[in-house]
C-alpha cells in the first residue's frame, strides 16, 4: 500500500530564509510524487510533480523539489520564502494512471516578518 | 486557466438529510475524483469516476454515498443520510486523457452535519 508521511506539522520561518519541507513515502514501484498548497480557505493547488527523468523538479511560484529513491524522499525547497508562501503543504503519492493518490497529513508553515 | 469549481462553497443540513455537492470538472477531462477532508486531518480518497462509472472507491465510500455525472458538465456527490462524521471539506478534482495521473482539484464544499 501507498503512504507518505511528513514529519513536520507545523514549520515557522523568517522572510526571506530558505525553506524545506520533509516528505517520505512508500510505494512499491516507481512513484508518481506530488506536492500540493492549500491557503487558508481555499483549494488544493498543484505546486509540482515528479515521475521520472531529473530528480531535481521545478514548481510554480519558485518552489523546487529533488526525488531521492534510495531515501525515499520527495523534499520540497524554496532558497527565499515570502509572506504570501504561509500556508498548508500537502505532500502526495500516486500509482499514475487514473488512480487515487494518497496524501501526507501536511506540514503548516508559518512565516514571519 | 480553467479550474474546477463547486457549489456550494459551505452547506450545513442536519443529520439525516439528503446533500448533494456539486462541482464542474475542467472541460476536457475524463477522469473525475472525490476526496474529503475532516477537520485537522489527511485529505482522504473516496472515489473516482470514468466513463460514466466508478473506477475505485474506498471502505468510506459506502452505501450512503453515490456520485452521478448528470450532463457534459456536472460531476455530483449525494449523500443520503448525512451522520455527524460526514462533516468535512469535500474535494472535488479531475484530470485530462493525457496526463491521468495529474488531478487537480476545486476550493472545496465545507459541510457541516447538525
Known amino acids: 500500500a501507498q503512504s507518505v508521511t511528513q514529519p513536520d506539522i507545523h514549520i515557522t520561518v523568517s522572510e526571506g530564509a530558505s525553506l524545506e519541507l520533509r516528505c517520505n513515502y512508500s510505494y512499491g514501484a516507481t512513484p508518481y510524487l506530488f506536492w500540493y498548497v492549500q491557503s487558508p480557505g481555499q483549494g488544493l493547488q498543484l505546486l509540482l510533480k515528479y515521475f521520472s527523468g531529473d530528480t531535481l523538479v521545478q514548481g510554480i511560484k519558485g518552489f523546487e523539489a529533488e526525488f531521492k529513491r534510495s531515501q525515499s524522499s520527495f523534499n520540497l525547497r524554496k532558497p527565499s520564502v515570502h509572506w504570501s508562501d504561509a500556508a498548508e503543504y500537502f505532500c502526495a503519492v500516486g500509482p499514475g494512471g487514473y488512480q487515487k493518490v494518497t496524501f501526507g497529513t501536511g506540514t503548516k508553515l508559518q512565516v514571519i516578518p | 486557466e480553467p479550474e474546477v469549481t463547486q457549489t456550494p462553497s459551505h452547506q450545513v443540513t442536519q443529520m439525516g438529510q439528503e446533500v448533494i455537492l456539486r462541482c464542474v470538472p475542467i472541460s476536457n477531462h475524463l477522469y473525475f475524483y472525490w476526496y474529503r477532508q475532516i477537520l485537522g486531518q489527511k485529505v482522504e480518497f473516496l472515489v473516482s469516476f470514468y466513463n460514466n462509472e466508478i473506477s475505485e472507491k474506498s471502505e468510506i465510500f459506502d452505501d450512503q454515498f453515490s456520485v452521478e455525472r448528470p450532463d457534459g458538465s456536472n460531476f455530483t456527490l449525494k449523500i443520503r443520510s448525512t451522520k455527524l462524521e460526514d462533516s468535512a471539506m469535500y474535494f472535488c478534482?479531475?484530470?485530462?486523457?493525457?496526463?491521468?495521473?495529474?488531478?487537480?482539484f476545486g476550493p472545496g464544499t465545507r459541510l457541516l452535519v447538525l
Open positions: 478534482a479531475s484530470s485530462d486523457p493525457g496526463q491521468q495521473e495529474t488531478q487537480y
